[in-house]
Nanobody, 124 residues
Framework: QVQLVESGGELVRAGGSLRLSCIAP????????MAWFRRPPGSERELVAA????????HVADAVKARFTISREPSKNAIYLQMNNLGPGDTAVYYC?????????????????WGQGTQVTVSS
């Protein structure tokens, strides 16, 4: 099992920025593809961004690609999601996910391990 812990979500005003973090406290995930998904209120889970185990390839969803970036820091066993110019449409629970394969996937079903989520709320 892989434990993932997200942090950084909070209430923020529109136009603001947040940086979400996801760490694996008890397992090295440097070779694992990882991703951020989010679930807006009343909506289905959707991909935000994904990154390969090496960190050399990644994908960001069209809806946020101009504003969000994904990165990883193997020395800290962590991935990050930098979110800029936030709007109310970004309000959601954001989840970190991982899989043992190194190539990233854009499909939620490809990820076996999930964090509990961190709430991001953007006010108008």
């Amino acid at each position: 099992q892989v434990q993932l812990v997200e942090s950084g979500g909070e209430l923020v005003r529109a136009g603001g920025s947040l940086r979400l973090s996801c760490i694996a406290p008890e397992r090295t995930v440097g070779d694992y593809a990882m991703a951020w998904f989010r679930r807006p209120p009343g909506s289905e889970r959707e991909l935000v961004a994904a990154i390969s185990g090496s960190g050399r390839s990644w994908h960001v969803a069209d809806a946020v690609k101009a504003r969000f970036t994904i990165s990883r820091e193997p020395s800290k066993n962590a991935i990050y999601l930098q979110m800029n110019n936030l709007g109310p449409g970004d309000t959601a629970v954001y989840y970190c996910a991982a899989r043992t394969s190194s190539p990233y996937s854009t499909s939620a079903s490809s990820y076996a391990y999930w964090g509990q989520g961190t709430q991001v709320t953007v006010s108008s």
